[in-house]
């Protein structure tokens, strides 16, 4: 027998075999061990996500203060009558933990959801909408305690209505604004006075159509979301597969300030195409503007808007 | 005796039908909103239940402890959870569907009868490939997945491939394929390692071995490395020749139980969930705090199976009954009394082996070393994960189970 063949013959008897296997598992274990987690102070963070949640916003877990640094995101994951209202600490350095959810019940035809700040007190609540087959109803509760705070019948119908936000339009208070998209893909902003609607008609504003950006975007699935703002007209966001072919999902904005045919932000993600299940929030970190997205992994991903170059 | 050679073989395939099921398919197909291998399981154990004869002779050594985990435990505290409901508490506020899903896993821990048989059987001299073979395929699965995703470029957004699902997905540190069923590797590879330790590394199985271990790695799992570990510790103490003569055997594995409680008090008196930066460790932290307190409410028997904490804390939407630690999971739902039911079951196993391991030799000792190291390090595992109450956890218990029962009644 030739050394190399007694060498092996050595290292396979059985005992030097159950040493080398229990050495390349502890070297395997401790790249494991080593690799990055997810941390709080890193992201994307993982939350203990209650359910498939559509993420809502993100605000303040006590009471909205202009110019404060938003510190939760909400969630909402709809079940039977019930919604869930879960809250996430995005504030270091404990980002990621849950703060006790809460429970509201309402008609299980509801769709559409929107965290706001009701009444001068500013109460963190949860704007819910139902479609006209359940009375196109505008319901206010509580995140706090589940309490039903307002509701009114909308003045609009909601059945087209893909995003619903609370927005102070033109100064004169909080005012309802839904995004409505028709069935060709047109899409508009409808702009209802008052917090729930309830007051005349301010305006209705077309958003340039997808079909004008096709020369920058590629054909891809597109997602509406709306950026929420306490003050000032909101924005909407484009979400769809990136133009540079980059298997990656983007983010661009169609901002107020350009009429809604224009796109002023922009975002690069982490996140490969084909996310059917993302749900996306959008809030401003310390000095930028943020969007946080969320899939059913559980994984919220802090992404940074950028402004579009020139 | 045509006849009952032809049950027999029904019989086997049947079992071995089953077992793959329950070992590889993590997305089950329902029929009438009952999954596919609770009707396997059933077939599986009628079938063996009709060609035994007679059906109660050489009553398994552990068939009491398996029964009480098997039928009593879910039998019992299913009852518990229906009193609980009906006196309006809380935690059965979903009206008994969680206790009923729950109680169904705890039945495939009876697959350990049939199983018995099957590894008893002298013809078969490697039965117990019925259950390392479909962990083999599931390991190949991941690795393909893994492998779809780095060099084809698939991306499994939807966590889910065919009938395959789990966390399928970028994390931080690297792409992940961690099957639902992937809790079988520890005890493949401890049958494995305990084969190589009496004999030699041959190519076989240490092609098998690199597979599981290639799994583990996609999978990015902590919990698996953990009893991978311990299986490899355990095994190089366990079949060395001055062990089995060593005053010190008792001490070990007092040792070995005091870690594992240890571990557990840890976890209740540890730091607060927001000083800790890991996610994955906050949460259970977090976890061991909102268990505890629900524990109170019903200090003894425990909320019954299927509860959820009555202030609306949950892991899971789809489970909310289900938690990353077990041992704290049964403590609120089936008090202490169930919890050491429960626990009861791989502690004999471990002990009776232990015992056992200095008279045995053979085919028989590496069954015994499998079956131990096996259960200690899934004692381990499942502390931290959700693996135990499910059909597969169910399963590796039983698996193990067997293999011990084999050893011993030999």
């Given at each position: 027998m030739n050394p190399s063949a007694r060498a092996l013959a050595a290292a396979t008897r059985g005992p030097v075999a159950l040493a080398l296997a229990f050495a390349v598992i502890a070297l395997l274990s401790l790249i494991e061990f080593v690799a990055p987690r997810v941390t709080?102070?890193?992201?994307p963070v993982v939350l203990p996500v209650i359910g498939r949640a559509q993420l809502i916003g993100v605000g303040s877990n006590t009471s909205f203060l202009a110019g404060a640094t938003p510190d939760v995101l909400y969630g909402v994951t709809p079940a039977h009558r019930k919604l869930t209202v879960e809250r996430w600490d995005l504030?270091?350095?404990?980002?990621?933990r849950t703060i006790r959810p809460s429970v509201v019940t309402v008609s299980?035809?509801?769709r559409l959801f929107a965290l706001t700040y009701w009444s001068r007190a500013r109460i963190p609540a949860l704007l819910v909408a139902t479609p006209a087959r359940a009375g196109s109803r505008l319901q206010v509760f509580?995140?706090?305690?589940?309490?039903?705070?307002a509701s009114a019948v909308s003045?609009?119908?909601?059945?087209?209505?893909?995003a619903i936000t609370e927005s102070d339009w033109n100064g004169a208070g909080v005012d309802l604004v839904l995004v409505r998209q028709a069935r060709g893909g047109k899409t508009s902003l409808v702009v209802l006075s008052g917090a729930l609607g309830t007051?005349?008609?301010l305006a209705t504003v077309s958003v340039a159509d997808r079909a004008e950006h096709a020369s920058v975007f590629p054909p891809g699935y597109w997602r509406l979301a709306i950026r929420q703002q306490a003050q000032g007209r909101p924005s909407l966001a484009w979400i769809t597969r990136g133009p540079t072919g980059s298997r990656r999902t983007e983010l661009h904005l169609m901002v107020p300030s350009g009429r809604?045919?224009?796109?002023?932000e922009q975002a690069p993600t982490v996140l490969s195409d084909h996310h059917p299940d993302l749900h996306y929030a959008f809030g401003t970190g310390v000095g930028r503007s943020l969007v946080y997205a969320i899939d059913s992994r559980h994984f919220v991903y802090a992404i940074s808007l950028a402004p579009i170059p020139g | 005796m045509t006849r009952t050679i032809g049950g027999r073989w029904v019989a086997s395939m049947l079992l071995v039908l089953a077992v793959a099921y329950n070992a590889i398919v993590t997305d089950d197909v329902k029929l009438a909103g009952v999954p596919l291998k609770t009707f396997l399981l059933f077939a599986a154990l009628i079938a063996w239940g009709a060609v035994r004869?007679?059906?109660?002779?050489?009553?398994?050594?552990l068939a009491v402890p398996v029964l009480v985990v098997a039928v009593v435990v879910p039998a019992v505290w299913f009852l518990v959870a229906v009193w609980r409901e009906h006196q309006g508490d809380p935690a059965q506020h979903a009206g008994l569907t969680h206790a009923v899903t729950e109680a169904s896993h705890?039945?495939?821990?009876?697959l350990f009868f049939p199983l018995v048989d099957f590894l008893s059987?002298?013809?078969?001299?490697?039965?117990?490939r019925i259950w390392l073979w479909p962990v083999v395929l599931t390991c190949a699965f991941a690795v393909l997945v893994w492998l779809g995703w780095q060099l084809?470029?698939?991306?499994?957004a939807a966590h889910q491939v065919r009938f395959l699902s789990g966390t399928i997905g970028e994390a931080p540190s690297g792409y992940r394929v961690q099957l639902?069923?992937?809790?079988m590797v520890v005890p493949a590879v401890a049958a494995l390692l305990a084969t190589v330790a009496a004999d030699r590394l041959r190519r076989g199985p240490a092609l098998v071995l690199s597979l599981l271990l290639a799994a583990t790695v996609v999978s990015h799992t902590r919990g698996y490395w953990v009893g991978l570990l311990l299986v490899a510790g355990l095994l190089i103490v366990i079949t060395n020749p001055w062990f089995a003569r060593g005053r010190l055997r008792g001490a070990l594995l007092a040792a070995v139980v005091t870690a594992l409680v240890g571990s557990q008090v840890a976890v209740a008196i540890?730091?607060?969930?927001?000083?800790?930066?890991q996610i994955s460790i906050s949460q259970r932290l977090q976890e061991a705090t909102e268990l505890l307190h629900g524990v109170r409410?019903?200090?003894?028997?425990?909320?019954?199976?299927g509860a959820t904490l009555p202030d609306g804390y949950?892991?899971?939407?789809?489970?909310?009954?289900?938690?990353?630690l077990t041992y704290y999971q049964l403590l609120f739902e089936l008090g202490p009394v169930g919890l050491i039911a429960v626990v009861s079951l791989p502690l004999i196993v471990c002990w009776r082996c232990w015992r056992a391991l200095g008279a045995l030799s053979g085919r028989r000792a590496q069954q015994a070393q499998m079956a131990l190291a096996a259960m200690l390090a899934l004692l381990f595992v499942d502390s931290t994960n959700?693996?135990?109450?499910?059909s597969v956890g169910m399963l590796a218990l039983a698996v193990c189970a067997a293999s011990a029962e084999v050893a011993l009644s030999g």
């Open positions: 709080s102070s890193s992201g504030g270091l350095p404990s980002v990621g299980s035809a509801a509580d995140l706090r305690s589940g309490a039903r705070l003045a609009a119908a909601l059945d087209d209505v893909s007051g005349p008609r809604y045919s224009t796109f002023g | 004869r007679p059906l109660l002779a050489d009553r398994p050594r705890f039945m495939y821990l009876l059987d002298s013809d078969r001299r490697y039965g117990e084809v470029g698939f991306d499994y639902v069923t992937q809790v540890g730091p607060s969930p927001s000083s800790v930066k409410h019903h200090v003894v028997l425990g909320s019954g199976l949950a892991r899971s939407s789809t489970d909310p009954w289900s938690f990353e959700p693996y135990l109450i499910n």
